[in-house]
Structure formats: structure tokens, C-alpha cells
């Protein structure tokens, strides 16, 4: 038996334990253990039931997805689950954690099931890409139905061990010591002579043969440009329509399909890069941080109580921080108005509600800020107004009390410079709405300590964020990025493109809206306040690009106005306006450039490929260690679709070669001003490498 799966027995009842820690994966070690203890169960005469269950805080939480991209070796899961099945003595799952995957597919294999209550299972192989490989798609209608399956596998969704009782998926619900549950369940099986049930035999009725379209139907939208959700769809109905054989063919077709895509390596990427991201290159995992037991939120506007939000949801009191009552009232309104919603949608509990507000103590007094271990800053995107909150945070604050700032661009060691505590001081870049967007941009200044930015990656873990540390630079990963794909849309316009032309083309490539129907969604003269208060950092080009300030000086602001890019009905509906075209077409004329027809591609490689050669210089400035940080920022904070991984490994599909050879073209169409390569752009295409390559 390889070493971490046992065989041991226990009265007439064998049990096989896997112990392969972290999630006891289903490696090809863990595949020909339960194999052999199976077989071993069989053998021994003494043995009339057997148990799988595992050691560690978990059950099988799913094939091991780093075998994925290596050759399959035996026994192969779908074949290890039939063995399971046809093994002529009961086998129990027994399940505490989760039971995800290939862990689920193996107890829809055995022929019991029993559960802890806390556990869960679910079959979330779509949010890699994937579909369930192993039966699941085929066992789980004939004993859920079909509507349950579709629900489970489309939407990758775990449900609790009560709902899944509640299904039929799991057979009992027990308390106290699992394997002490399992033996007193197998026993009772025995002297009831329970049948064996092979969940294979059932049968996946289908009330209404429609309910495939339909579903599709009714996921086209939340679920556009993805693969998987679609082919999961044709997995499940094949269930009702195929014999369960030729079921399990059509399944492995499907799943072979989709392991092979773009997408799967895509998705597989992401997952792993939102685990690596946590890790700062150069520092131990273990390495000492701070303690953080309480928050000060210095501001009560959008930011500020979304931020306050996140640390009571994670049970750490917040004291917030206004200069005016009627400034707290509303931002306390706004907090209070938020949870009510959540409470009204029924996914959160009064009492729950009740419990975190009661963790949010409003203040007019800084003083109030002098026992908390952490302060961020989320007052209006001034740099004279940070520098005198973070004055007075130096003179309130405790030692070893870790100050950040929520700024979205300005520079963080100007700020820090204002204390004599500059080791103390970050930027803490959360997104809105901050109790919703995944992501934090952690800023580490230069004089930054390595304990508080450590700190800040555990926190930002700890309030359910995916945290990236990045350096200090203007709009630091994701807004300079933004600002590049900002910059030669606003050219494109200039030059010949329409918005809804340009909105398209970033819409197709699967963002969740295009630049213009965001602006018009988030406030164009948020947009053109920073273009103002930034003026002086442009170039003469984009300073004469007043299409965003003609729109703006008449009153059109988007949706907030009824018109911005677009015009709107009263439904928010938007439609293209002549108007625009013609303010546009006329700011041509006046700025002498004459317009052409643009493709989609080109409006797609200026847009894409100009972040990607800033994301390579951000790199070489070591403002982001790795291109994978730079992906998880995009994908967690500005809507990169993850089955493309982010655009440094978009990038490396499309091939660094091809990129590099249109940021020359366009630096000699656009001008070298705004298209130099970035030289480690240059040097990996020349050798035929990607960002990624070892
Ligand atoms: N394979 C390999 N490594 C895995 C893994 C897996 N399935 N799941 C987790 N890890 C690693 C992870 O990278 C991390 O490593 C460590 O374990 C701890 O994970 C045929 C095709 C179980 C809920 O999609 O959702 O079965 O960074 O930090 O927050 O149908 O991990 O420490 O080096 O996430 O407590 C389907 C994926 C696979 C579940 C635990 N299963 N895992 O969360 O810890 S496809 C999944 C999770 C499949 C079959 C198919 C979570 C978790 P490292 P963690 P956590």
C-alpha cells in the first residue's frame, strides 16, 4: 500500500484512511491506495463492509489538479470509482470538510454515504475550466435529479451536508467521532441486510427535455464567453438520455475536451495564482507579524465604510472616523442600509447583522484611534488632505499601530514621510464597493517594514480579500495598466472609432462592459476630475484629447445625468447618440487628425497589447515581483475574464513575439512616446519566451 493510504481493520469493518495533506488530493499514490485497499477489503473474508474516509481537515477535496498537465497514469479515476462500485461488500463514504470533485465522485461511487454535519460537498470542477470526470455528471442526476445536478455542476456551488441529506446525495447526517460514525453505520447496514445500491443503476428522469435549453438559456448571460457551464450542461443531459456506459464515453469526450482548452490551463492558472500571490517572494511563509485585534477607518464615504465592513465581517471591531456628525450619520446610514439588503436578499441573519454593527464605533476625535493596531485612511484623494490626516494618525497612534492609506494612485512615500514612523506606513488599495470587489492592492512604501506588509497580506487574507503586494508607482499595477488601455482608446476616437465600436470590441474579449459604458455606469466627471488634477503629467497629445471634457462641460455625466457616451432611456438602457458622433467626429477636425476606418483587432491590440507592455515594465521595475500577481490583480479587480488567466498569461498564449511585433508597429503609428517596448518584452520574444517560461 503507497504510504498515505491505509488499510486497517476494525471488527468485521475494513477502513481505508488517505492522509495526503494539504486536502488529501487524489494523486496517482492516493488512486492505487484506495485501489489496493479495496481490493484488500474484497479479499479478507472477515471483512463484510468497508469505510473511506481521511485523515487531516479534510476529505478528498478532488483529483490532484497539478497532475493535469502531465500524463494520466492508472488507475485512472473514472475506473477507480466503477471498482469502488462493484465491489461486492458495501463501501461507505465517510465525509468531514469538503468532498469536492473526484472526493464527491468517489462517494457516489461507494454505496453509502454519511457526513458531519459541517462538511460539505460539490462538484466544482467548472470553476476550473473543467467538468466532472469520474461519473459525477452521470451518477449525481440518477440520485439528486436532474434539476439538482444541473445546479451543483453549472453553477460549481458546494452545498451543506443537511441539504445534501436533503437531496438523497448523503445517505446520514452524524455528530461526534466520524469514524465512530462510520463503524456503528456500517454494522447497521450489515444487520439490516441493507441492499447494496449502485448509484450507476438508478435512473435520471427528466420531467420537461427542455430543461437543457432552458438552463442554458438562463446562464447565456452570467456565463458568456465561458466553455465549461455549456458542455457541463450536455454532460448531465447526456445522463437522461444515454445508457450509463455510454454516459460515462460522452462524459470523458466532454471532459477530455475541455482539459485539453485554453480556458482549463487559463482557470487552472488562476487558481493557483491566488494561492501563490499570498507568498512574498524573498520572505518565509512564517515570517513575524503584527497582531491585529482592532481597526481605525479614518473617513465614512463609499470607501471608508465598505472597508469598515469587511474587518466586523470578520469579526474585528472598527472605530470610524469623521469630521462632521452629519458625515458619520451618513455613512453609518449607508452601512446600516447595505447589511438590511443582504438581510432582505435572506443571506444574512438579523442577529448577524445586529452583532456587526455593534462592532463599528463612530467617532468625531482621533483620539479614539490611539489602541487600535491598524488605521487606514479613506478621505478624499488629496494629497495635502492625506498628509494631515496621516500628521495627526502620527501623534494619536500607538507604537507598532500600522498605518495605511486607501489612496488609488498618489505616492505613498510622500505620504509616509509626514510620520517619523515611515517602517509603519502602506497603502492599503482596496476597490468598490469595498465589501464586495476580491481585491487589495497591498503597497509596500520603500521604507515600508517587511513585518507591516506581511501583516497587511495575512489581514487582507483574513477579511476573505486576494491581496497583492505591489510597490510604489502612479496608480501602481492596475490603475497605470488601466490608464494606458484608457489612453489609446481616447486616440482611437480621435482617430476613427466610435465608443459602442470600441465597447464592443473590449466586451467581445469577455470584460463585463467596455470603457465608455463604464464611465457612463461609474460618473464621467469622476473621470474627468482626475484627468484635471493630472493635467500637468500628460502629454500635449492627450491634453488635446478634450473629447471626455466637451461631453462633460454639457452636462452629460452618464448614467446618472441620462447621458454620457450614450444616451438613456429610463430604463438604463443605453443607445449610441448622434450627438456624440458628431462632438466627436468635429474634435477630429479641430485637432486636425483625419479619420479612418479601425478594425476590431487593431482597437483590440492597442487596448490589450499597451497593457501588457506597461505590465512587462512594471515587472522590470519590480513594482510587481511576478506576472502572476499582475493577473490576479486584473482578474480580482478590473473584470480580466479568468478563462484568458489575466493578460500577462493571455499574453503568453497569444505569443510574446506577436505582441512585441505590434508594439512596434504601433510605436512607429502612435509614436515612440507611447509604445518604447518594454525591454523585457523585447528580450523574452526575441528568445522565443513567454512571461511565464522558466
Ligand atoms: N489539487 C492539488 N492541490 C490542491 C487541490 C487539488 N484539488 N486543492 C487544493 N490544493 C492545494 C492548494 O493549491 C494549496 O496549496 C493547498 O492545497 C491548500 O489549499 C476528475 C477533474 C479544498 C476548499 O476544485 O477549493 O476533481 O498553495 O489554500 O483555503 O472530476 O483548496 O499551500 O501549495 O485552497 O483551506 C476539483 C479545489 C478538482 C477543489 C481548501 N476540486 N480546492 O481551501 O486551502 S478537479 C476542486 C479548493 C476534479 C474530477 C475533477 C480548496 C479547498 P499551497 P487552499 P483552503
Known amino acids: 500500500m503507497p504510504e498515505n493510504v491505509t488499510f486497517s481493520k476494525q471488527g468485521s469493518t475494513g477502513i481505508i484512511s488517505v492522509n495526503n495533506p494539504p486536502v488529501n488530493a487524489l494523486s496517482q499514490a492516493v488512486r492505487a491506495g484506495i485501489k489496493a485497499g479495496v481490493e484488500k477489503g474484497i479479499a479478507d473474508k472477515d471483512i463484510t463492509a468497508m469505510v473511506i474516509l481521511c485523515e487531516g481537515r479534510t476529505f478528498i477535496a478532488g483529483a490532484d489538479i497539478r497532475e493535469f498537465g502531465k500524463p494520466p497514469l492508472e488507475p485512472f479515476l473514472p475506473d477507480l470509482v466503477q471498482f469502488i462500485e462493484d465491489s461486492p461488500k458495501p463501501v461507505i463514504a465517510a465525509i468531514h470538510g469538503t468532498a469536492l470533485g473526484g472526493g464527491l465522485e468517489i462517494s457516489l461511487g461507494c454505496h453509502f454515504r454519511i457526513a458531519l454535519a459541517s462538511a460539505i460537498v460539490g462538484l466544482p470542477e467548472v470553476k476550473l475550466g473543467l467538468l466532472p470526470g469520474a461519473g459525477g455528471t452521470q451518477r449525481l442526476p440518477r440520485l439528486a435529479g436532474v434539476q439538482a445536478a444541473l445546479e451543483m455542476i453549472v453553477s460549481g456551488t458546494p452545498i451543506t451536508a443537511a441539504k445534501a441529506q436533503s437531496m438523497g446525495i448523503i445517505d446520514e447526517v452524524v455528530g461526534g467521532d466520524l469514524k465512530v460514525a462510520a463503524l456503528v453505520f456500517a454494522q447497521k447496514v450489515i444487520d439490516e441486510k441493507r441492499p447494496i445500491r449502485k448509484v450507476s443503476t438508478l435512473t435520471a428522469k427528466v420531467g420537461n427535455p427542455a430543461v437543457f435549453d432552458e438552463y442554458a438559456k438562463r446562464i447565456a448571460r452570467k456565463q458568456r464567453g465561458f466553455l465549461a457551464p455549456f458542455q457541463c450542461i450536455k454532460a448531465v443531459e447526456a445522463a437522461t438520455k ?251 476616437l480621435e482617430e476613427g472609432a466610435l465608443p459602442q465600436q470600441i465597447d464592443k470590441v473590449i466586451y467581445d474579449f469577455g470584460f463585463p462592459m467596455g470603457p465608455y459604458a463604464m464611465g457612463d455606469l461609474a460618473g464621467l466627471d469622476i473621470g474627468w476630475r482626475n484627468r484635471k488634477a493630472k493635467f500637468d503629467q500628460l502629454t500635449p497629445r492627450e491634453r488635446a484629447n478634450t473629447i471626455l471634457d466637451k461631453i462633460c462641460e454639457i452636462g452629460r455625466y452618464g448614467q446618472k445625468t441620462g447621458a454620457g457616451f450614450y444616451k438613456y432611456d429610463d430604463k438604463r438602457n443605453a443607445t449610441p447618440d448622434p450627438l456624440i458622433e458628431e462632438l466627436i467626429v468635429k474634435h477630429s477636425q479641430e485637432v486636425g487628425i483625419k479619420r479612418r476606418a479601425i478594425t476590431d483587432q487593431e482597437i483590440l491590440e492597442r487596448a490589450i497589447y499597451s497593457m501588457i507592455n506597461e505590465g512587462a515594465k512594471i515587472m522590470e521595475e519590480g513594482i510587481a515581483a511576478r506576472p502572476l500577481d499582475i493577473d490576479v490583480v486584473w482578474i480580482y479587480g478590473y473584470g480580466f475574464p479568468v478563462y484568458l488567466g489575466g493578460p500577462m498569461f493571455y499574453a503568453d498564449q497569444v505569443g510574446l513575439k506577436k505582441i512585441y511585433a505590434a508594439v512596434l508597429k504601433y510605436k512607429g503609428m502612435v509614436g515612440a512616446e507611447y509604445w518604447e517596448p518594454s525591454p523585457l518584452l523585447a528580450k523574452l520574444a526575441k528568445e522565443g519566451k513567454g512571461f511565464y517560461s522558466k
Open 242 to 492: 444515454l445508457s450509463f456506459s455510454e454516459g460515462m464515453k460522452r462524459e470523458r469526450q466532454l471532459f477530455m475536451e475541455l482539459k485539453d482548452s485554453s480556458q482549463s490551463r487559463a482557470q487552472r492558472h488562476v487558481f493557483f495564482s491566488e494561492r501563490e500571490v499570498v507568498r512574498i517572494p524573498g520572505l518565509p511563509n512564517d515570517y513575524p507579524t503584527r497582531e491585529i485585534k482592532s481597526v481605525g477607518v479614518v473617513g465614512a464615504g463609499t470607501m471608508g465604510g465598505g472597508i469598515a465592513m469587511c474587518f466586523v465581517n470578520a469579526g474585528i471591531p472598527v472605530v470610524l472616523l469623521e469630521v462632521k456628525q452629519e458625515f458619520l450619520d451618513k455613512g453609518f446610514g449607508i452601512i446600516r442600509k447595505n447589511y438590511a439588503n443582504t438581510v432582505t436578499k435572506g443571506s444574512l441573519k438579523q442577529e448577524v447583522m445586529d452583532q456587526r454593527m455593534a462592532l463599528i464605533k463612530s467617532t468625531l476625535s482621533y483620539e479614539d484611534l490611539n489602541d487600535v493596531d491598524l488605521v487606514i485612511e479613506a478621505v478624499f484623494e488629496d494629497m495635502a488632505v492625506k498628509k494631515e490626516v496621516f500628521a495627526k494618525l502620527d501623534t494619536v497612534c500607538k507604537p507598532g499601530a500600522i498605518l495605511a492609506s486607501n489612496t488609488s494612485y498618489l505616492n505613498i512615500d510622500e505620504i509616509a514621510a509626514t510620520t517619523k514612523r515611515p517602517q509603519d506606513v502602506m497603502g492599503m488599495h482596496f476597490f468598490s464597493p469595498a465589501n464586495v470587489m476580491k481585491l487589495l492592492e497591498n503597497v509596500r512604501g520603500a521604507k515600508t517594514a517587511p513585518e507591516v506588509y506581511a501583516t497587511a497580506m495575512k489581514i487582507g487574507k483574513k477579511i476573505s480579500k486576494v491581496p497583492v503586494l505591489v510597490g510604489v508607482c502612479d496608480g501602481f499595477v492596475g490603475n497605470r495598466m488601466l490608464a494606458k488601455r484608457s489612453r489609446e482608446c481616447g486616440f482611437m
